[in-house]
């Protein structure tokens, strides 16, 4: 069992809930105690539930070798306070990011930070969005694309103001930036907390695996209005070889971690023995990690599958570089790409 502290991130821009959405995460799961990291640029409230620590978004680059990311300076300190100073008053913490934050730094702070990767663990982002504004938002700013690409739940709030051809369409423009988020509909951020805490997004084995039945959403011409923000599915039943996928991989974030935002999925491998492995991988920007948490199951279909959101993406580039890593034939690949 993994005793490591969850963390959950909320983002969004002021007046779309939430605030709101935190307060009831903290009024209902009484089961748990709290400490919230807000950044001082959002009004926060009083929080009597929660150990409250507040941040000034910090950012800088770390270097290390051929990576290069940038974390968020100012959660490392917090973060390491309360973990030192409040050990054993919080099993959970929540982290309420200012309207214009970038996810991404926050992601990557996780992944670099062994004192945090060792004592907590990233379980979600999750967007709150407006029903009535994110298209536009979308359109006009970018931390806005960053948020909805970056996340793992979307909650699209006061839902019940919108016909529903008209809230259809504004799901539709969310999928077209991030198929692999779960959309939640809510009126006042009312939502079972349930369904948005302990989601497991970053752990590899349950971030990694898709769907069974997951599909991209249909293809649409982009009009740029999204940032050119665009998720594209590349699957395969060739097996790959594992060299050959391992080092593409580890290229593809490392030259192109700065468009890229996401990526995730599961490949059938063939190694060196002729054994088939089934590996599962999954990466934020310049960061990514790949190994084999479970085999392939008796009667399992052995098939490839993987996910990458990002912007300024050549889906040829990507399709050929995938192709290149078979191991035996080029048959039955699919690039799907969604606007």
């Known amino acids: 069992m993994d005793k490591r502290i969850p963390v959950t991130v909320l983002t969004g821009d002021p007046g779309v809930g939430k605030t709101a959405l935190r307060h009831r995460i903290l009024s209902e799961d009484s089961a748990r105690r709290y400490a919230l990291v807000v950044d001082r640029a959002d009004a926060c409230g009083a929080s009597a539930d929660a150990l409250v620590v507040h941040t000034e978004e910090e950012l800088f680059e770390m270097n290390s070798g051929c990576i290069c990311c940038t974390i968020r300076g100012d959660l490392i300190r917090a973060l390491h306070t309360l973990l030192m100073e409040q050990s054993g008053k919080f099993d959970a913490v929540i982290i309420e990011t200012a309207g214009s934050a ?130 594209f599915s590349l699957r395969s039943d060739v097996p790959m070889a594992f060299e050959r996928i391992d080092e593409w991989l580890a290229a593809l974030v490392m030259g192109r971690g700065a468009d890229i935002l996401r990526g995730k999925g599961i490949v059938d491998v063939v190694d060196a023995g002729g054994e088939h492995r089934r590996l599962a991988f999954q990466s934020v920007q310049m960061l990514h990690e790949g190994n084999f948490p479970r085999p392939w199951a008796a009667g399992e279909r052995r098939a490839s599958q993987v996910v990458f959101i990002g912007r300024n993406l050549d889906r040829m580039a990507l399709q050929t570089g995938f192709m290149s890593c078979a191991a035996a034939g080029v048959e039955n690949f699919a690039l799907v790409a969604a606007a």
């Open 102 to 231: 970038d996810p991404g730094p926050i992601i990557q702070t996780f992944f670099i930070d062994h004192i945090l990767e060792q004592r907590t663990r990233l379980d979600a982002i999750v967007a709150v969005a407006g029903a009535d504004t994110i298209v536009r938002n979308l359109r006009d700013q970018r931390h806005a694309v960053q948020q909805i690409a970056f996340a793992d739940q979307i909650v699209l709030n006061n839902a019940a103001a919108m016909d529903g051809t008209a809230l259809a369409a504004v799901e539709a423009r969310l999928r077209g930036v991030n198929p692999l988020a779960v959309i939640h509909r809510a009126q006042a951020a009312d939502i079972a907390i349930e369904r948005l805490l302990e989601r497991g997004a970053f752990e590899l084995e349950r971030g990694a695996a898709l769907p069974s039945d997951f599909l991209m959403p249909e293809q649409h011409a982009g009009d740029g209005s999204d940032g050119d923000v665009r998720a």
